[in-house]
């Protein structure tokens, strides 16, 4: 099917506003009498609270107000669970939510005591050193296998352990697969946490209208509908009385999918105890401990192979770091479970983890939500054991590759979803031949990297493949309205972060009822505009509600054919729709604008025919059966400095292939954005936490983001494996740029320093790491030859 | 954090032990001491401003002495805390005589810092608390010199440090021990300033 507009880079819609500064922001927003909020936050990772005393900050001239966890009487309660464990036999799991003010005890560095209400942040901020609050520290949990520890402090005294959750998965059966095994890998694996750092931190503002019973709430949130329904049930209002807005959000990746977050819940509370509105910005310091985290994890891996390279099963037992509190669930390390399996065939899977409660921020999904970790082990194991076998890294994933004809492909377990993990289709060699090709593999290895090696440089190069779990339900849906201009107005529930939507969901639209892109007006993230959704999450924007815009659009379209061809006394087979009108196939001439159509389907008189409906309007949703899966090559050329152990990237190659594209500006603008991020995850950041539970490094001084000179120009390919599972035949793009980045490092720079035959287990890596690994590895190497001497 | 070292006063042992137990010298030696005062027997409190790196503030600090064993040795128990964090832990003194009417001191230090001041200025969190111990070691000294040669008519007064003096000697030895460790970091900071003054005359060429 050709089409006019899907598959076209479209210069984004939204960009204009962004651009010239016109965008609303939660900060932009500005309103009369507007009171302001400062947190008192715990600076004890782990301590009983003894005493709070406010009473200095209420008399300090400017504060309104200041409540602590006392004064907030029954609206005091922990959060909603978010996600509920999927349905997995014998597992384990216990639910321990956040609240909002801490009221016996810290349980991670920063968590709120108390809410200071200002006439100004200033002055809020002042009052902040009047709030006595007395705590008796206890020892902190820190590490994630010493909290299991039977004598470990607990976290949470009605628990008997710290032990969150346990979930064990299986397929086929891993012991069976010794008797055929030539060789059996073991690896520890090691994931550390780091911050999503979005460019704009989380903020709420708040406003009460007593007169009008109405609550509208500005909130940096990923998920706009379902925070409306949460606050409207716990501050007992209507559904109808509370409007949340999203309005633009500079960058979200999962912290701001997290949900009724303690200042998301007090800030319209305040609003309406007040009855004034009330603003809360996160300033940066707080972003580093009270916006959630990622990425603890310790897997104990082994892979089974057959001499000639063939996976015959893996094992992985993990812990998963899930910080003070439990609210999303187990979507983190359910992710990395079934992650792990990636393109490859693997007939026997056991997979055990053990999620652990510490003091330190909560985690919940941030770009690639465990899959990275999942995506770790398995290409780590395949690097191991190629070199063990003496088979080419890329031949060896070749060799494992499911093939298109495997396609549904079960691998009969549980994923994020709930549903089976099933890959709906793909088709992976290709991906893995383009990528070899524009980095030019082959002879990277014949040639230059014995001419560059001559030259004294430790170059190396890396391929590693993916696949991401993408665009799972429940829903999502969008109502389309063709006006009397003759343009056309989409709302659909889910926020925007910055992915593009005003344009991607506009061109599914134009490309159905033959108007510009430009002239689709997209409205998204208001819940006053649209009733019905989820949010964006999971990679699932363009699949969800991408596809419940195509079919609201197929919907007016429709319509349009049917009015059209009662006025112009034609067949609907005999029209035309382009334009911005409908017109006869054999005679041009005869024509009605989309304006004149919109104006005649909702006149002033006459009648609307029973059974039939005014305007030209549609809404429809679409909820996928289960997830669809995206997936890809990346390859990576890079040098490494033998003096300062700094990793210079001379080039980065992406093969993705999310099936049908829709922008692939947009698509390649999403993968370079998740690249950085990764790149920022393998060798620069991490987040450091003293053995007290107190973070060292909640500065961008000390937490180190990659900038432009760290990260190069992706060069992109796209491979276009239509999805099965929806009409468009997409499949979601969000996370994969940053999930196998850490990998592909980690196998680089071994290449790079293959004289040291280094064996790097862990992500993030850093110049110091890298410095002391290599030492590590030099000490062993002198102790196996004097062994053998 | 841990700091722990050794000092020599020019004094007999009694003189410094004396010296270390006056709440008046010591709030006039103590870097940032704003006040400094004696609330019972062994007890004392004040208010210290402290900076570090980009963290700022005043705290106010209870310090009780205890295992006094004049003039030898002592342990010092500090809770402090402010706006920007706390730091509470144990402080060990050990005076030992030494030749030609010196005094030894050992001093070791066990601290817990939390809050802002470790989350944001952990980077130069020991380099100035290295910095304020030599400081205020010094500063005791000179006190102490003061106070020996007082015993004779033409006795030089003991001045204490301004603020300003006090924030200088301590980024002298924040570089002093960045460019000691990382001769990168003395580069990059030159490298920063040859850019900076070239914008400088850049722009008022333009």
Redo the contacts between chains.
């Keep these: 099917m050709g089409t006019t507009y899907i598959g076209q880079p479209v210069l984004r819609n939204e960009d204009e506003r962004l651009l010239t500064g016109q965008a609303l922001f939660t900060d932009d927003v500005h309103l009369p009498g507007m009171l302001h909020v400062a947190f008192v936050r715990g600076?004890?990772a782990h301590g009983r609270i003894l005493k709070v005393d406010a009473s200095a900050a209420r008399s300090r001239p400017g504060v309104i107000a200041v409540f602590t966890a006392e004064d907030l009487g029954s609206y005091w309660q922990p959060g909603p669970l978010l996600v509920p464990p999927p349905p997995i036999e014998r597992l384990t799991f216990h639910q321990r939510t956040q609240v909002p003010l801490a009221k016996d005890k810290l349980r991670h560095?920063g968590e709120a005591v108390a809410a200071i209400v200002a006439e100004s942040r200033y002055l809020a901020e002042d009052a902040?050193?009047d709030v006595i609050v007395e705590v008796d520290?206890l020892d902190a949990v820190v590490d994630m296998e010493k909290a299991l520890e039977p004598g470990a402090p607990l976290i949470h005294e009605g628990l008997s352990s710290n032990l969150a959750a346990h979930v064990i998965q299986e397929k086929g059966d891993y012991h069976s697969v010794f008797p055929g095994a030539d060789v059996v890998i073991k690896k520890r694996l090691l994931y550390d946490r780091g911050t999503a750092a979005a460019m704009e931190n989380r903020g709420v503002v708040a406003q009460w209208d007593a007169a009008g019973q109405q609550l509208t709430v500005w909130d940096t949130t990923q998920a706009p509908i379902p925070i409306r329904n949460g606050l409207a049930r716990m501050l007992g209002l209507s559904e109808s009385q509370v409007r949340v807005v999203a309005p633009f959000i500079g960058g979200g990746f999962g912290p701001k999918i997290m949900m009724f977050y303690p200042e998301e819940v007090l800030i319209p509370w305040i609003a309406m105890q007040l009855k004034r509105p009330v603003k809360w910005i996160e300033d940066r310091?707080e972003n580093?401990?009270a916006t959630t985290q990622e990425r603890g994890q310790i897997h104990e891996a082994e892979i089974a192979l057959t001499a000639d390279g063939h996976i015959l099963g893996v094992k992985d037992v993990f812990v998963h770091d899930t910080g003070a509190y439990d609210p999303y669930g187990l979507t983190v390390p359910i992710n990395s479970q079934c992650t792990l399996l990636g393109p490859y065939n693997v007939p026997n899977y056991y997979s055990e983890f053990k999620a652990v409660f510490t003091n330190k921020p909560i985690v919940t999904p941030y770009r690639g939500a465990g899959r990275q970790h999942g995506v770790f082990v398995m290409e780590r194991l395949l690097d191991f054991a190629a070199k063990e076998l003496n088979i080419d890294r890329a031949e060896i994933r070749r060799r494992n590759y499911l093939s298109p004809g495997d396609f549904p492909h079960n691998h009969q377990i549980i994923y994020q979803d709930f549903a089976p993990l099933v890959y709906d289709s793909g088709n992976y060699a290709p991906a893995l031949d383009k990528a070899m090709e524009m980095i030019g593999y082959e002879k990277f290895i014949t040639e230059e990297q014995p001419r560059l090696r001559a030259e004294g440089k430790q170059a190396g190069i890396g391929i590693v493949s993916y696949v991401e779990g993408t665009g799972i339900g429940p829903y999502e849906g969008a109502r389309v309205t063709v006006e009397a201009s003759g343009k056309v107005c989409l709302a659909t529930g889910v926020g925007t972060q910055g992915q593009g939507h005003f344009t991607a969901f506009a061109q599914v639209v134009a490309e159905q009822l033959g108007v510009e892109v430009k002239d689709v007006r997209v409205v998204t993230g208001d819940t006053r505009e649209f009733n019905w959704g989820t949010g964006t999450f999971a990679s699932r924007g363009a699949v969800v509600a991408g596809n419940a815009c195509h079919a609201a659009a197929r919907m007016v379209r429709n319509k349009i054919l049917k009015l059209a061809g009662e006025i112009l006394q034609a067949s609907e087979e005999e029209l035309i729709l382009e334009g911005g009108r409908v017109y006869l196939r054999n005679a041009p001439q005869k024509a009605i604008t989309l304006g004149d159509l919109a104006a005649r389907a909702n006149p002033l008189r006459g009648a609307v025919k029973p059974g039939s409906e005014p305007g030209l309007e549609a809404t429809a949703y679409f909820g996928p059966e289960r997830g669809c899966t995206a997936s890809g090559v990346h390859a990576l050329i890079l040098e490494v400095d033998p003096l300062?152990m700094m990793v210079e990237i001379q080039r980065y190659v992406v093969v993705h292939d999310c099936g049908r594209v829709i922008n692939p500006m947009i698509l390649e603008g999403q993968i370079q954005g998740g690249v950085a991020q990764g790149i920022g995850n393998a060798f620069y950041e991490q987040l450091v936490f003293?053995p007290?539970g107190?973070?060292?490094?909640?500065?961008f001084?000390?937490y180190l983001l990659p900038t432009a000179s760290e990260v190069p120009n992706i060069e992109n390919a796209h491979i276009e494996t239509p999805s099965p599972l929806n009409p468009l035949g997409v499949k979601g793009a969000g996370e994969a740029g940053a999930i196998p980045t850490g990998a592909l490092f980690a196998q680089a720079i071994e290449n790079a320093l293959r004289e040291y035959d280094l064996e790097i287990c862990e992500i993030p890596l850093s110049p110091n790491r890298l410095f002391d690994l290599l030492g590590e590895r030099v000490k062993q190497n002198i102790e196996i030859s004097i062994s053998h001497e | 954090m841990k700091i722990e070292g050794e000092f020599t006063f020019q004094g007999a042992r009694e003189r410094v032990w004396e010296l270390l137990q006056d709440p008046e010298v010591l709030a006039q030696t103590l870097p940032g001491t704003e006040k400094l005062e004696k609330t019972g027997e062994d007890q004392y409190e004040s208010a210290m401003r402290v900076q570090v790196?980009?963290v700022n503030g005043v705290f106010s600090c209870k310090v009780a002495l205890k295992d006094k064993q004049p003039p030898e040795r002592y342990t010092m128990l500090v809770d402090s805390k402010?706006?920007q964090?706390?730091a509470n832990g144990a402080v060990q003194v050990e005076l030992i005589a030494a030749e030609s009417n010196a005094t030894l001191m050992k001093y070791q230090a066990e601290l817990?810092?939390?809050?802002?001041l470790?989350?944001?200025g952990?980077?130069l969190l020991d380099t100035v608390g290295r910095s304020m111990t030599r400081q205020a070691l010094e500063g005791l000294n000179r006190a102490l010199q003061a106070r020996i040669s007082g015993d004779s008519p033409a006795a030089p007064a003991y001045t204490a440090p301004t603020q300003e003096e006090f924030a200088r000697a301590v980024a002298k030895d924040v570089f002093r021990e960045s460019f000691r460790s990382r001769p990168?970091i003395w580069i990059a900071a030159a490298a920063v300033i040859v850019l900076f003054l070239a914008w400088i005359i850049l722009s008022t060429i333009n």
């Design positions: 600076e004890h560095y902040i050193a520290p310091w580093f401990f300062t003293a007290n107190q973070l060292l490094n909640a500065s001084m000390d | 790196g980009p402010g706006a964090g706390f817990q810092v939390g809050g802002r470790a989350g944001v952990q980077r990168v």
